[in-house]
């Protein structure tokens, strides 16, 4: 996704019409949210095969709610099983806590600006150089929400995992 | 495009001087205003020049009930930490190549930092060396922005050495089981033991913690206490 949102970024930024740099600069924001949305919407199905079909705007409550409070239970358990030394369980806790905290806040703003450039034509993309501006969020910025979707939703892959959950 | 609402809500933040909101605008698909803030201005505690998660949601219900206006409150990525990692990539790719192809600066708060990297090649940071040398790089130039590493976080790390409830589940599923079948089982599955004796260790471990038993004809199998404290998948 991020390859095609690249592509209609370059697209966007070499047309000398504004009105076909808004089309193709629009298009280049969704496919920018979808390379993030997909990596966490494939995370979740492999955290727990009844959370794949979680609707976009549900996914960052979902992971602020049942996943980390799952991560800390179980954690917490097996401390007090002493198969996890305390420093282990309070590492994995905070770990799951900070790339949560990422990902539902990278979701919930990417999401928002895919809804503009989705079904807002009356709000204008602007142009600085080669980057394209959307309700203050950069082409920039964009670019690197699949890398940081990926980063995050590893994290917590990684964690569950580690603490046997699935 | 500064409309009613917006203004409202604008002059309500001047009436209670509150800075830390960057920009208010309608919102485009709802009747709601959206209060934009950065990242940067966010902290776990308020502070004179910081709000916190707990006070924002204080401040949509208290518009909410002096104006009757629904507000949406919007987090962007700060500027600072933008360029931040922007520069610390840059570096990274510089002085590692081959090894850091991206990464990423989580909350910065405190002027404390946690730093990830994704998709660095594993080979590249086997060596006690190379993690240290990576590091030393990180701070150095955290430094220059007088802000401390707190941890650097790789992106595979330790992923593949079994923990003791990974060793624990597979015993309940091949119970009763051998030793040297049990580590049959995770070489086939790509798990990395660390020494020969390693697992032999970690399972007398759990054997003292009374999680598995070890039968007289040598095999393990799983203790109800064992089976206890492995989670439920189902949710």
């Given at each position: 996704m991020k390859i095609v949102g690249d592509h209609l970024t370059g697209v966007a930024a070499s047309r000398p019409n504004p009105m076909e740099c808004d089309l193709f600069g629009r298009s280049a924001f969704n496919r920018y949210y979808y390379g993030a949305y997909l990596i966490a919407r494939d995370m979740l199905a492999q955290l727990d095969r009844a959370w794949a079909r979680t609707s976009h705007s549900d996914i960052p409550d979902l992971l602020e709610g049942a996943v980390i409070n799952k991560i800390r239970k179980e954690a917490k358990n097996q401390e007090q099983a002493g198969l996890l030394s305390k420093a282990a369980s309070s590492g994995h806790r905070k770990s799951a806590a900070i790339a949560v905290a990422q990902l539902s806040q990278l979701l919930r703003s990417a999401y928002g600006v895919r809804i503009v450039a989705d079904y807002e034509p009356d709000a204008p993309i602007s142009r600085n150089g080669h980057i394209l501006i959307l309700v203050d969020h950069s082409t920039d910025e964009a670019k690197r929400w699949q890398g940081r979707a990926t980063q995050a939703a590893g994290t917590i892959l990684n964690i569950w995992r580690q603490l046997g959950i699935s | 495009m500064e409309s009613l609402k917006t203004k409202k809500v604008l002059d309500y933040l001047a009436e209670k001087r509150i800075?830390?909101?960057?920009a208010v605008r309608q919102s485009p698909n709802s009747d709601a205003v959206l209060l934009i803030v950065h990242e940067?201005?966010?902290?776990?505690i308020a502070t004179a020049e910081k709000t916190s998660r707990r006070q924002l949601t204080y401040l949509k219900n208290s518009i909410a009930r002096e104006l009757g206006l629904i507000v949406e409150i919007h987090i962007s990525r700060g500027k600072v930490q933008e360029d931040l990692e922007a520069g610390l990539t840059a570096l990274l790719k510089h002085r590692f190549p081959d090894v850091v192809q991206d990464c990423f600066i989580s909350s910065f708060e405190n002027g404390l930092a946690d730093v990830w990297f994704g998709g660095v090649s594993k080979e590249a940071v086997t060596t006690d060396k190379s993690r240290r040398d990576l590091k030393e790089a990180v701070s150095e130039y955290l430094k220059l922005f007088s802000a401390k590493l707190r941890q650097l976080h790789f992106a595979d790390d330790e992923a593949k050495v079994p923990t003791p409830i990974t060793i624990l589940k597979t015993i309940k599923v091949l119970a009763p089981v051998h030793l040297h079948e049990l580590e049959a089982n995770f070489r086939a599955a790509n798990a990395i033991l660390p020494s020969a004796s390693w697992l032999r260790g970690k399972l007398d471990l759990l054997r003292k913690q009374g999680l598995i038993l070890w039968r007289q004809d040598g095999q393990y199998v799983i203790t109800s206490s064992g089976l206890g404290i492995i989670p439920h998948s189902k949710t």
């Open positions: - | 800075a830390f909101v960057a940067d201005s966010i902290s776990e």
